[in-house]
């Protein structure tokens, strides 16, 4: 049985198999490779975009979905989630797919169910289904040609769990991550270079990937207010000037404080892309897992 905890769950080929089937979805057409499965989703913690692209994956493969409210579930009567998973384990479902805050917890289910885990997100450790999406769209704009290409990882990158997913799996495929943050959001033991501002990389980078201040994941302030971290991290056009370089967010965007309005409209912004290619990605993923 296998599960996706995090990106090394896959090898280099089995990426690149689930890349041909990705683009095979591209067009986000529905088909019937899962008619007749099940597929749960446990989400503990807020989502909008991962939470309805595994869903409408799901549907586009012809499965059904249910998903457990967990506000109203026995989670709220004191039942513990282990006892939780093991009884939604017991109706027979085809995958579960979960978010939780606690890091490491999709992986601790994994002995107890019959059926794939897949890792929507686990506090601030992995998110591999959004590494896994970003890699695809960056695959896609350069024709697979990685080898060499430099991206910078703009912001909050220490409490981000889709930082510390691509930082894995973005040099595998033969790209550069370089960080760009404050010295209270940069990670603490790193081979990675990481710098304070991003006009010191721009000139080298090809890709920028803008990141959510995580509020709710910090213990202190850092910053009076979100304008003033935007006065140096803000991407804006002055930033980007006319250089060809790609920009990336996982959402969900913080207007005018981790992107400008103006970078928001611009042809080099592809955070839709993302998205779109995210239901792609999570389709191939699925029928992998479960086929
Ligand atoms: C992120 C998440 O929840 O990990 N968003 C996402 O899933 N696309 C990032 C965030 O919350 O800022």
Do not use: W
Request: proline fraction near 3%; charge should be negative; glycine fraction near 6%.
């Amino acid at each position: 049985m296998k599960h996706l905890i995090t990106t090394s769950d896959f090898s280099i080929e089995e990426i690149e198999a689930l890349y041909e089937d990705t683009r095979m979805f591209n067009d986000l057409q529905s088909n019937s490779y899962l008619s007749g499965k099940v597929v749960v989703t446990l989400f503990f913690e807020n989502s909008t975009r991962t939470r309805s692209s595994f869903e409408i994956a799901a549907k586009r493969l012809g499965a059904q979905v249910v998903s457990l409210d967990v506000g109203t579930s026995s989670r709220s009567k004191g039942e513990t989630i282990f006892d939780t998973v093991a009884n939604l384990n017991a109706m027979k479902p085809d995958a579960i797919i979960i978010r939780h805050s606690e890091c490491g917890l999709p992986g601790s289910l994994i002995d107890k169910v019959d059926c794939p885990i897949l890792n929507a997100g686990d506090g601030m450790n992995a998110h591999p289904t959004q590494a896994l999406l970003d890699l695809f769209t960056i695959i896609e704009h350069f024709d697979g040609k990685t080898q060499g290409k430099k991206i910078a990882i703009v912001g909050d990158v220490k409490t981000s769990r889709v930082a510390a997913s691509n930082v894995k799996l973005l040099p595998r495929f033969g790209i550069e991550p370089i960080i760009v943050a404050p010295e209270h959001f940069q990670f603490e033991n790193s081979d990675l270079r990481q710098v304070n501002s991003l006009s010191e990389v721009i000139d080298e980078v090809d890709v920028v990937m803008s990141l959510r201040t995580q509020l709710e994941r910090h213990s202190q302030v850092y910053y009076n207010s979100l304008q003033e971290y935007a006065k140096d991290y803000c991407i804006t056009s002055e930033s980007f000037g006319d250089r060809d370089i790609l920009l990336l967010h996982p959402g969900p965007v913080n207007r005018n404080v981790d992107i400008s309005d103006e970078m928001l409209e611009d042809k080099r912004n592809k955070i839709l892309e993302q998205v779109s290619n995210g239901v792609a990605v999570r389709m191939a993923i699925l029928k992998k897992l479960i086929n």
